[in-house]
């Protein structure tokens, strides 16, 4: 690990940086739902959120249909207004000056989308912040893009290849607002507004309100998952997590394996990792997980003002009553994942199931692609099929500096 981060280092020496082993292809109105980090409560075995978790909003039971909205004028003046603030980028001189110029953020339909991270509640300012923290050393690698990669990565590509890739992003968040306010309000209780229904015919409404699939108009089952098991492989290499959890994920949903480094290639993964962005970009273009039946367009969401609830709410929603599986982002700690022999970076894995396990703990249940003993035989192995302590795998998403999760 170098002493400077490898943005800095390629502003002062003016080279390439690091290389991709492939080609690469809003504020929202309810503020008062921000929460603090700091006073969510570790909640220790036995506590009062083991019973049975229905929905925040009352709902029917009809099939939603959450589709991709069409991109308005107003939409697509404010993603040129974005994409030419991009040329700060090249302009840019330090660590501070590159976080804040890569943070850029749209404001869709009442919702913040910012480059990188996904739909936030948090400000550009907040967001930059995180980009300069400084890293924390001496943890294995499995393969999400840290702060320095993600500046590292806008800073090295050509003005016409970035302004390429933030377009195809920003369009593609602009089409998936309306499942953002679905979400928000369906999850966290944000009202929706007066003329929702008229700007967004891509989703499903009922007289009632809003239509709702499979059980989300009742109580969720104790226990519930998809995807086989057998279709969860451990990664290849030290940095292809994000491809071995596209690879679960594309295989659930055609029924056919693909190797690794055919997602690898999709993905744009380099040594320094793959981006959540990407993943969700990839789910959304090469899956049938998208669909209106099953989850819509996938989406990033910055999860850093939802409390435990909310949080295990929407992994239910996700593989209950969608059937789709959930991109989870954390950080692996041991104090979280007690099967590490080491601390480790940020991650990706696999949400595909829940058990409410009402005499005890909450639990998530999840593919890990990590397996610290395929690269060091001395340390101990780690299974693909897990079922973990909810609140862990909750407090390991806070605890990555991004917050989000693909849903």
Same mark, same amino acid.
Not at 277 to 295: F, G, L, P, Q, S
């Given at each position: 690990m170098p002493a400077l981060p490898r943005f800095l280092a390629h502003q002062i020496a003016g080279g390439d940086g690091s290389r991709p082993l492939w080609g690469h292809p809003?504020?929202?109105a309810a503020a008062a739902l921000a929460l603090t980090l700091g006073v969510v409560p570790f909640l220790p075995d036995g506590d009062d959120d083991q019973g049975s978790i229905a929905p925040t909003a009352e709902t029917?039971?009809?099939?939603?249909a959450v589709g991709r909205g069409r991109v308005t004028r107003a939409m697509q003046a404010e993603i040129d207004r974005v994409l030419a603030e991009g040329s700060g980028v090249d302009r840019a001189q330090g660590r501070t000056a590159l976080a804040r110029a890569s943070v850029r953020c749209a404001t869709f339909d009442g919702q913040r989308y910012c480059l990188g991270f996904?739909?936030?509640?948090?400000?550009?300012e907040a967001l930059a912040a995180r980009l300069t923290a400084r890293p924390t050393f001496g943890r294995e690698r499995t393969g999400d893009l840290d702060a320095d990669a993600m500046v590292a990565r806008s800073s090295e590509r050509s003005a016409t290849a970035r302004t390429e890739a933030e377009r195809a992003e920003l369009t593609m968040a602009a089409q998936s607002v309306g499942k953002v306010w679905m979400l928000r309000h369906e999850i966290q209780g944000v009202?929706?507004?007066?003329?929702?229904?008229?700007?967004?015919?891509e989703i499903a409404m009922s007289d009632t /309100?809003?239509?709702?699939?499979?059980?989300?108009?009742?109580?969720?089952?104790?226990?519930?998952?998809?995807?086989?098991?057998?279709?969860?492989?451990?990664?290849?290499?030290?940095?292809?997590?994000?491809?071995?959890?596209?690879?679960?994920? /594309?295989?659930?949903?055609?029924?056919?394996r693909k190797n690794q480094s055919y997602w690898a290639r999709r993905l744009g993964t380099t040594t320094d990792g793959t981006a959540i962005?990407?993943?969700?970009?990839?789910?959304?273009?090469?899956?049938?997980?998208?669909?209106?039946?099953?989850?819509g367009?996938?989406?990033?969401?910055?999860?850093?003002?939802?409390?435990?609830?909310?949080?295990?709410?929407?992994?239910?929603?996700?593989?209950? $009553?969608?059937?789709?599986?959930?991109?989870?982002?954390?950080?692996?700690?041991?104090?979280?994942?007690?099967?590490?022999? $080491?601390?480790?970076?940020?991650?990706?894995?696999?949400?595909?199931?829940?058990?409410?396990?009402?005499?005890?703990?909450?639990?998530?249940?999840?593919?890990?692609?990590?397996?610290?003993?395929?690269?060091?035989?001395?340390?101990?192995?780690?299974?693909?099929?897990?079922?973990?302590?909810?609140y862990r795998s909750y407090r390991a998403n806070l605890d990555h500096f991004q917050h989000n999760v693909g849903v």
């Open positions: 809003v504020t929202i029917t039971e009809a099939p939603a996904g739909w936030t509640n948090q400000t550009r009202e929706l507004p007066a003329d929702f229904a008229a700007r967004h015919p /309100g809003t239509d709702a699939r499979g059980g989300f108009g009742k109580k969720y089952p104790r226990k519930f998952s998809i995807l086989k098991e057998s279709r969860a492989l451990a990664q290849n290499q030290t940095y292809w997590c994000g491809p071995a959890t596209m690879q679960a994920i /594309g295989w659930g949903s055609s029924k056919e962005t990407d993943m969700v970009r990839v789910v959304n273009n090469k899956t049938d997980y998208d669909a209106r039946d099953k989850a367009p996938y989406i990033v969401l910055d999860i850093s003002d939802f409390t435990f609830k909310q949080w295990y709410r929407l992994m239910m929603r996700h593989v209950h $009553d969608y059937r789709a599986p959930v991109v989870l982002h954390p950080v692996l700690l041991k104090q979280y994942y007690p099967y590490l022999d $080491d601390d480790a970076s940020g991650h990706f894995q696999v949400g595909r199931g829940f058990d409410q396990n009402r005499k005890g703990s909450p639990q998530i249940g999840y593919f890990e692609p990590w397996d610290q003993s395929r690269f060091d035989p001395s340390e101990p192995a780690i299974g693909r099929v897990q079922w973990r302590n909810a």
